[in-house]
């Protein structure tokens, strides 16, 4: 554990990217079989242990420690199993041991609810205290160490040197500790076959479209959907639904997997109707009600009824489509979805136009709730793992613009730390009162950078720990894709992906833009 | 006996002993003051008479340009009002002292702050038994246990070992940690010069000159950029986010302070190397010296006084917070 402890620790405490990826894959060509690869699960947040509950590990802390001194260091430290690891007396006649991962693993996987207390004690006994903050947890969830599913197969794939794309599919494969997926990659091993688990196959991805013209002889153009992209998989008798990084988000849309019955694997967006749109649909606004959850009510259900556009297919009963070029799959495609359930399952229309000059019209023109753009897609392309040069690409709808102006600005992370890089900004309304309309720390040079710092250290009129209050006096024009109403802020908006564009050191504060304009935005 | 209570009186701006006409670390500036040790939380500027060690009244002619006072050593006393004054050592940082008052048969002891683990820096804790032991609890709750310091500096050498590029800073508060930090390095083998922004200067050498000695020191702003690449750079925990530290070769930020124990903490302030480095008294530390010296009393100057209030609840010992004001928490821990 103390390996795993260290590693925990370090992570933690770095923010550099790579420095993250050299930590862990160092970790993992040091560390020997089952304990690296409970080590990846836990990172990557794919162990559960039912019996063991936050509450569990409070009421622990209670029967060492007086319930009042918990409660001050707990009220101190933040968080229940930071204070536990750091508070657990340590028996100075005790000799501390230092269990493996696996040893961990197997004594929580073979707990009850009612033994629970005892082996985590035990254990808690056995360690010093950053393995124990380690410990709790593994034993809990919720590593917090900001390491994703892709930032973990990255480091995989560094620590062995092999592809990701193998990485990512076979990952997908297997269960925790993933031995199979280890000798694989570090002794150059048979692939684990998978031909009848439901896993995940890597998305074929775009790049966005800066050239003038395009030969749309050449390539098929089709709309690009506002929603979240999701590949549908049912193979073996099991059906799963999985998010753009590989994440298992079948039990926020049961809809969707339960509809979803015949053999193969599919490639789309998901989207959920809206009443507004007459059940056709609704904007990405709609669909984040249902995102993120780990349960969904019939009510949901109900009022966000969601469903797939396909447009791709890539296995098709047994057969492996994805070597085949783009217009052989929409065929296959074409003949597929119309036997699916039709509440749950729509085509992706191509559009039909032929000169490039009308394409750029209708893209302009194109005002739809869950349209953000067109998509390029070359017909003689194969499904291609990841974004590869060529292929396919994506014309968003031009941005928003809006001239706000700056309010708060905070230091920002790991290289930016000595920066003030994230800005707060506003508009006005009818009364002449700015209100935050939302937050940008992209967009600018790092010349611009340098300035917007300096702006804001000269200009700074309050301070709140990390985040400064500056003078009203800066006009930043601020791009986004879209803009929504929300709840969370006073102005009554959130901008999708706001940047800062330009900053307008011209144009006076006072005529920076009124909150009313952004609210004819909306879509 | 006298009954403290009735000679000893604690205001929120320090403790004031009557008979004597004399305050012990008064937040303001007073006629007649002790002083138990040089960082700005207790010892304030402009007091019109000051007993305190020879060593803090040299921090505190650094600090407000005057050393006027009544040197004290260690061990040794004066008497005002018909109370008998001494101070003892109290480990803390060079010059910090405990005072301890004898009044009609009844003996007091401030600690101001102190700890008890070996400090290369300055004189050991002295224990002093006492009827009434006025104590600070900055870290009076258990989940603040200091790790032995060579495991905390050796973090910094496995951290130079794996990037020999990088320039290691470490946030240091400029009295008394800063000196600490670098003689535990000396003591560890590195001798190599260390480098300091300059608001560290003038502490360290006045630290040499009282006998403290350092090995070579290098101002940061004299050496080109590129030759800092594997040094270790000593700056006040402030700099470390601050624009000076641009002129650093990959800088890795560490910052040695009690506070890095509790990992939000040190991530809330961006530090990459916690150094768990304190020059107070841990839980076990202070709940260990009241159990030594087992006064009749216990009061609670400041810090987390309802954890170290609660422990003696639970052991029966009878104690009271004072609620001093201006004992900050802050990059002294
Ligand atoms: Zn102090
Ligand atoms: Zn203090």
């Known amino acids: ?523 | 006996m006298a009954k403290a209570k009735h000679w000893i009186e604690p205001h929120p701006q320090g403790v004031y002993v009557r008979p004597a006409d004399i305050w012990i670390d008064p937040s303001g500036a007073k006629q007649h003051a002790v002083v138990t040790h040089g960082h700005a939380d207790h010892a304030r500027g402009g007091h019109g008479e000051v007993w305190a060690t020879p060593e803090t009244l040299a921090i505190m002619g650094l600090r407000y340009g005057t050393d006027a006072g009544t040197p004290v050593a260690y061990g040794e006393g004066f008497e005002r009002g018909g109370v008998r004054f001494s101070l003892h050592s109290a480990g803390h940082v060079l010059g910090s002292a405990q005072v301890l008052m004898e009044y009609q048969g009844e003996r007091v002891v401030v600690t101001g702050d102190f700890k008890r683990r070996p400090d290369p820096t300055c004189a050991p804790f002295e224990p002093v038994p006492c009827d009434i032991f006025i104590t600070e609890a900055t870290f009076g709750l258990p989940v603040f246990r200091h790790p032995p310091i060579a495991g905390e500096i050796a973090k910094i050498f496995a951290r130079l070992e794996t990037e020999p590029d990088s320039s290691i800073l470490i946030g240091a508060y400029a009295l008394g940690k800063a000196q600490r930090v670098i003689a535990e390095l000396r003591r560890a083998g590195w001798d190599k010069p260390i480098y300091l922004h300059g608001a560290q200067v003038r502490m360290c050498e006045l630290y040499e000159e009282l006998g403290v000695s350092l090995g070579e020191l290098r101002l940061v702003m004299d050496t080109p950029k590129e030759e800092m690449r594997g040094q270790i750079i000593i700056c006040p925990p402030s700099a470390l986010i601050d624009k000076w530290s641009r002129r650093l070769p990959s800088p890795v930020t560490a910052m040695a302070s009690g506070w890095m124990r509790v990992r939000g903490r040190a991530r809330q302030r961006g530090v990459e190397i916690p150094l768990v480095i304190s020059d107070h008294a841990d839980w076990d530390e202070l709940t260990g010296t009241i159990r030594e010296l087992a006064p009749k009393e216990t009061w609670i100057t400041h810090g987390s006084e309802d954890g170290l209030l609660r422990w003696c609840e639970l052991h029966q010992i009878r104690a009271r917070a004072l609620a001093m004001i201006g004992r900050e928490d802050g990059d002294d821990g």
């Not at chain 1, 003038?212 to 049912?234: M, N, T």
């Not at chain 1, 720390?441 to 985040?467: A, I």
């Not at chain 1, 102005?491 to 005529?511: N, T, V, W, Y």
Request: charged share 30%; glycine share 6%.
């Open chain 1, 1 to 523: 554990m103390r390996r795993f402890a260290a590693l925990i620790d370090s992570l933690i405490y770095t923010r550099s990217r790579n420095a993250k990826l050299a930590a862990i894959s160092t970790y993992l060509r040091e560390t020997p079989d089952p304990d690296r690869g409970w080590a990846l699960a836990a990172l990557t947040d794919s162990l559960d242990f039912p019996a063991v509950k936050s509450s569990t590990i409070r009421n622990l802390a209670g029967t060492r420690i007086d319930p009042e001194l918990f409660r001050l260091s707990r009220h101190h430290v933040g968080d229940t199993a930071e204070t536990v690891a750091l508070i657990w007396p340590e028996a100075p006649d005790r000799e501390q041991s230092d269990p493996t991962v696996d040893e961990v693993v197997q004594a929580l996987s073979s707990t009850t609810r009612a033994t629970a207390p005892d082996i985590v004690a035990s254990l808690l006994d056995s360690m010093d205290s950053n393995s124990r903050y380690a410990l709790l947890k593994l034993a809990v969830g919720g590593m917090r160490v900001g390491v994703s599913a892709r930032l973990a197969k990255t480091a995989f794939a560094q620590a062995f040197a092999v592809p990701l794309d193998d990485v990512e599919e076979l990952w997908h494969a297997l269960d925790p500790p993933y031995v199979a997926l280890f000798r694989w990659a570090e002794e150059g091993g048979k692939r684990p076959d998978l031909s009848t688990t439901p896993f995940f196959r890597p998305f074929m991805l775009s790049h966005p479209f800066e050239g003038d013209s395009l030969d749309l002889g050449a390539y098929a153009v089709e709309w690009k959907w506002d929603g979240i992209r999701v590949q549908a998989v049912h193979l073996g008798g099991e059906t799963r639904l999985y998010s753009r990084g590989g994440d298992d988000i079948s039990a926020a849309f049961p809809d969707v997997v339960e509809a979803f019955d015949r053999a193969g694997v599919i490639d789309g967006e998901l989207l959920v109707r809206g009443t507004d749109q007459g059940g056709e649909a609704a904007s990405f606004n709609a669909l984040q009600k249902r995102l993120g959850r780990k349960t969904v009510s019939k009510k949901m259900r109900q009022e966000f009824p969601a469903f797939v556009r396909v447009y791709d297919l890539l296995i098709d009963g047994e057969d492996d489509l994805r070597l085949l070029p783009w217009h052989e799959r929409r065929q296959r495609l074409e003949a597929f979805v119309p036997t699916l359930n039709r509440d749950h399952f729509d085509l992706s229309a191509v559009i039909d136009v032929d000169d490039f000059a009308a394409l750029e019209t209708m893209r302009a023109g194109a005002r739809d709730a869950a349209i953000e753009g067109v998509m390029l897609k070359r017909r003689e392309s194969p499904y291609l793992a990841g974004r590869v040069t060529g292929h396919w690409y994506k014309w968003k709808r031009d941005p928003l613009n809006a001239d706000c102006v700056m309010m708060y600005a905070q230091r920002g992370n790991g290289r930016r730390a000595s920066f003030y890089s994230d800005y707060t900004f506003g508009c006005w309304t009818e009364d002449g009162e700015l209100l935050p309309v939302g937050k940008a720390y992209s967009g600018f040079t790092d010349e611009e950078l340098k300035w917007l710092d300096r702006f804001v250290r000269q200009n700074t009129l309050n301070r709140f720990g990390p985040v400064r209050e500056v003078a009203k006096s800066l006009v930043l024009e601020v791009a986004f894709d879209s803009i929504h109403d929300s709840k969370r802020h006073k102005s009554g908006l959130a901008m999708r992906f706001p940047r800062i564009h330009r900053i307008r050191k011209d144009k006076p504060a006072e005529e920076a833009d009124r909150i009313a304009t952004l609210r004819g935005m909306i879509s």
